[in-house]
Nanobody
Framework: QVQLVESGGGLVQTGGSLRLSCAAS????????MGWFRQAPGKEREFVAA????????YYADSVKGRFTISRDNAKNTVYLQMNSLKPEDTAVYYC??????????????????WGQGTHVTVSS
């Protein structure tokens, strides 16, 4: 049974940093593309970042480019999202997702097979 468990969310002031983690189990982590999505109150879920299996190419939404960094540790079956220079508009529930599908856009929810339960991030102004 595949499980994705996010952690690291919380309350932070504008300009602060957080690091989210997503621990995966029940799958061969190294061959999965991993993604982060977020859903703000009253809005649809949106793509944040993705990292492919080797050679770990990374992809970012324009809104977070230069502030967020996605990385993975295959030995720990974990993907990370380092979030710096946080803004109030980054407030959302952040979800981890996994896929083995080779086709389709990294930016699309439909490409991803497995999802975590989410972790809350609140950025105060």
């Amino acid at each position: 049974q595949v499980q994705l468990v996010e952690s690291g969310g919380g309350l932070v002031q504008t300009g602060g940093s957080l690091r989210l983690s997503c621990a995966a189990s029940g799958l061969t982590f190294s061959i999965y593309t991993m993604g982060w999505f977020r859903q703000a109150p009253g809005k649809e879920r949106e793509f944040v970042a993705a990292i492919s299996r080797s050679p770990s190419n990374t992809y970012y939404a324009d809104s977070v480019k230069g502030r967020f960094t996605i990385s993975r540790d295959n030995a720990k079956n974990t993907v990370y999202l380092q979030m710096n220079s946080l803004k109030p508009e980054d407030t959302a529930v952040y979800y981890c997702a996994a896929t083995m599908r080779l086709g389709g856009s990294y930016y699309s929810e439909s490409r991803y097979t497995y999802w975590g339960q989410g972790t809350h991030v609140t950025v105060s102004s």
